[in-house]
């Protein structure tokens, strides 16, 4: 009889134990899958968010905690917006964004691993995340530069030349035929004038050159003394018109005219020296090869690496302008 009022006694506490929530259920967890909208963030500022999810609505603003790792580095590679997940009170989710931190670096294709922190008490419902972190950054030439900064990204260059290898100083183009009426005013003074209107194109790829002293002659004798202070900066274009008052700003260059107010290149054959101070040649153009008498300049194509063509013969992108004089062949600035 005893032991029968024993059983009764024990069903009776723990019907009240269920109904008055007084047992403890400490070994059941709340399950909670962490995703990702996204397997890939970009660098350039792209975003991915990581988003935890409960089996349940939360009681309460629940807690979840997140730790990063991979080979990728945080507050480096990528911020996220915080190291813990918040669900809101009746909510089933919350969610952290990654943001990628765009840098000059190529560092190739790197992982995120995002996962829930130890001992953060919920039962995991799927392992850590990856998130594949993307190089926007890289080298085609292997000069060292970036793509993204430089100028000649498929030939090996200077990082002081933007990219581009150093080409020395050189001629771009001539104009020593100007075409008959107003077309052939190169100088912009308003007036055409054979003399006055012809001009040679310098161009600097560097390093920075001091031309005070240097001097153009003809096949006769020095037509152009360059005054003290002509100092030619990197890519820096220089162009010395025969004579008249050159009007424009000829997209930036230091603009001359021949001291002996004319260049006289002669249209049947001429030969042009540029020389150093001590007179030692630097530069020579030969018109002979070129005395078709044009009527337009003859200018490299394409501008500081090509052959010296006709400045309107076949290239399109002359859009019919018979001369560039301070530009390039297209007009834009160098």
Do not use: W
């Amino acid at each position: 009889m005893n032991r029968c009022k024993n059983i009764i006694r024990v069903v009776v506490i723990l019907t009240l134990c269920l109904f008055q929530h007084a047992c403890t259920t400490d070994d059941i967890q709340p399950a909670i899958e962490l995703t990702s909208n996204n397997a890939e963030l970009s660098e350039a500022n792209g975003t991915v968010e990581v988003i935890a999810t409960l089996n349940s609505s939360s009681i309460g603003a629940t807690t979840v905690p997140i730790t990063f790792d991979g080979s990728a580095t945080d507050g480096q590679d990528y911020t996220p917006s915080s190291n813990q997940i918040i669900i809101e009170d009746g909510d089933t989710s919350g969610s952290v964004i990654l943001t990628g931190n765009q840098d000059e670096e190529i560092e190739g294709i790197e992982t995120i691993s995002v996962s829930l922190a130890g001992g953060s008490g919920f039962l995991v419902l799927s392992g850590a995340i990856e998130i594949s972190m993307l190089d926007d950054d890289s080298d085609t030439d292997g000069d060292g530069i970036l793509d993204a900064n430089d100028d000649c990204p498929n030939t090996p260059g200077d990082v002081e030349n933007n990219g581009c290898p150093f080409l020395g100083f050189l001629i771009n183009e001539v104009l020593y035929d100007p075409p008959s009426g107003s077309p052939g005013d190169a100088n912009n003074d308003g007036t055409r004038d054979p003399n006055e209107d012809e001009f040679i194109e310098f161009f600097n790829s560097g390093p920075e050159l001091d031309l005070s002293g240097y001097t153009i002659s003809d096949a006769e004798q020095i037509r152009h003394i360059f005054p003290q202070g002509t100092v030619l900066p990197v890519n820096g274009v220089l162009v010395v018109f025969g004579g008249g008052t050159p009007t424009g700003d000829f997209g930036g260059a230091i603009v001359q005219t021949a001291s002996e107010s004319v260049i006289n290149m002669n249209n049947s054959g001429d030969f042009v020296t540029l020389a150093d101070p001590s007179g030692n040649p630097v530069l020579t153009f030969d018109v002979e090869p070129l005395s078709n008498n044009p009527n337009e300049s003859y200018t490299r194509n394409p501008d500081l690496t090509g052959e010296f063509v006709q400045h309107d013969q076949d290239i399109p992108e002359a859009n019919g302008a018979l001369y560039s004089p301070g530009t390039k062949l297209d007009g834009t600035s160098f």
